[in-house]
């Protein structure tokens, strides 16, 4: 294994902090004064996007023709540190990890730069692939996941993918990865086969790293 590929949103924090309710407001938001969509047909239009392409801004690209960089600078203006502090445990468990880490988002890099400093990690990750990786495809499409290897220059199963999200580590298997689930939330076996490890939280990762670094 060379690489370990972060996820940010409710993966490097808690769930519990909410951050994103934040900018899903601006979501909406941006919809109804920005692109004119009548609010009540907000709700059904994200679902459908979602369940379409994966995120909503590819439907707003796809069927409105919105500028994404517009979008990204909207949706995220959010002040993260009124629901992230400094991670003192994660920060000492990065700078001791044995091999460099990564964060792979659906979110935009201006996001991830206030996320990062919110939490004290700044200097941590090596690089940091974001929606503008694959022209705005979002996880859990393929496409990102061959460019970020391709930008690697890794193959997938010299890849571990963290994540929240079980559809986008499910992607991340199809590519060979070892896969870990962050969350409260137990995998369910067997369907989610795809989940190699299940930690609590991503502090933990050190320790599994370890055990799986000593078995190969």
């Given at each position: 294994?060379?690489?370990?590929?972060?996820?940010?949103?409710?993966?490097?924090?808690?769930?519990?902090?909410?951050?994103?309710?934040?900018?899903?407001?601006?979501?909406?938001?941006?919809?109804?004064?920005?692109?004119?969509?009548?609010?009540?047909?907000?709700?059904?239009?994200?679902?459908?996007?979602?369940?379409?392409?994966?995120?909503?801004?590819?439907?707003?690209?796809?069927?409105?023709?919105?500028?994404?960089?517009?979008?990204?600078?909207?949706?995220?203006?959010?002040?993260?540190?009124?629901?992230?502090?400094?991670?003192?445990?994660?920060?000492?468990?990065l700078n001791s990890l044995p091999l460099p880490s990564y964060i792979f988002t659906n979110g935009s890099r201006c996001h991830v730069d206030r996320v990062v400093a919110a939490l004290g990690l700044d200097g941590l990750?090596?690089?940091?692939?974001?929606?503008?990786?694959?022209?705005?495809?979002?996880?859990?499409n393929s496409d990102p996941y061959r460019q970020v290897l391709e930008r690697l220059e890794l193959s997938g199963d010299q890849c571990i993918m963290v994540e929240d999200q079980l559809q986008n580590l499910q992607t991340?298997?199809?590519?060979?990865?070892?896969?870990?689930?962050?969350?409260?939330?137990?995998?369910?076996?067997?369907?989610?086969?795809?989940?190699?490890?299940?930690?609590?939280?991503?502090?933990?990762?050190?320790?599994?790293?370890?055990?799986?670094?000593?078995?190969?």
């Amino acid at each position: 294994m060379k690489a370990i590929l972060f996820d940010l949103d409710n993966t490097l924090y808690p769930v519990e902090c909410d951050l994103f309710s934040l900018i899903d407001v601006r979501i909406n938001h941006y919809m109804e004064e920005i692109v004119a969509i009548d609010p009540a047909d907000v709700d059904g239009l994200r679902r459908r996007y979602w369940q379409n392409y994966g995120a909503t801004l590819q439907g707003l690209i796809r069927h409105h023709k919105i500028d994404p960089e517009d979008y990204l600078d909207y949706v995220h203006a959010v002040d993260v540190s009124s629901r992230l502090s400094i991670d003192n445990e994660l920060q000492k468990t990065l700078n001791s990890l044995p091999l460099p880490s990564y964060i792979f988002t659906n979110g935009s890099r201006c996001h991830v730069d206030r996320v990062v400093a919110a939490l004290g990690l700044d200097g941590l990750f090596a690089d940091v692939f974001d929606i503008r990786i694959a022209a705005y495809q979002p996880k859990p499409n393929s496409d990102p996941y061959r460019q970020v290897l391709e930008r690697l220059e890794l193959s997938g199963d010299q890849c571990i993918m963290v994540e929240d999200q079980l559809q986008n580590l499910q992607t991340a298997k199809q590519f060979g990865m070892k896969t870990v689930l962050i969350g409260a939330e137990e995998p369910v076996m067997p369907e989610c086969s795809y989940v190699d490890a299940h930690l609590a939280k991503p502090a933990e990762i050190g320790t599994l790293l370890d055990e799986w670094l000593e078995v190969n």
